[in-house]
Nanobody, 121 residues
Framework: QVQLVESGGGLVQAGGSLRLSCAASVPTFSTYNMAWFRQAPGKQREFVVAMSSSGSTVYADSVKGRFTISRDNAKKTLYLQMNSLKPEDTAVYYC???????????????WGQGTPVTVSS
């Protein structure tokens, strides 16, 4: 069982930056494919970015060039650096772990509780 705990969300002005963290409990963190998803108020949860266990990445077009995913396997932690934030980035951000490298939610078996991000205009 993998437990994921996100942190780092908060309120930021448009154009600002935040860094989210996702701490994993499992010793084999390095073998998992990881991803960030987000859910805006009144909308379905959507893909943001994924990183494979080998370091490959895929980004949603809406965040490409502004967000950067990274991982520290020694610390068993996933990160999301978010720059040039826009009001439309307002959402609850979730990290997820799975055995398949994918942008599809169903391929991720383990989820954190989410951390809220609010971007004011």
């Amino acid at each position: 069982q993998v437990q994921l705990v996100e942190s780092g969300g908060g309120l930021v002005q448009a154009g600002g930056s935040l860094r989210l963290s996702c701490a994993a409990s499992v010793p084999t963190f390095s073998t998992y494919n990881m991803a960030w998803f987000r859910q805006a108020p009144g909308k379905q949860r959507e893909f943001v970015v994924a990183m494979s266990s080998s370091g490959s990445t895929v980004y949603a077009d809406s965040v490409k060039g502004r967000f950067t995913i990274s991982r520290d396997n020694a610390k068993k932690t996933l990160y999301l650096q978010m720059n040039s934030l826009k009001p439309e980035d307002t959402a609850v951000y979730y990290c997820a772990a799975g055995r398949v490298y994918s942008y599809t939610q169903n391929n991720y078996q383990f989820w954190g509780q989410g951390t809220p991000v609010t971007v004011s205009s």
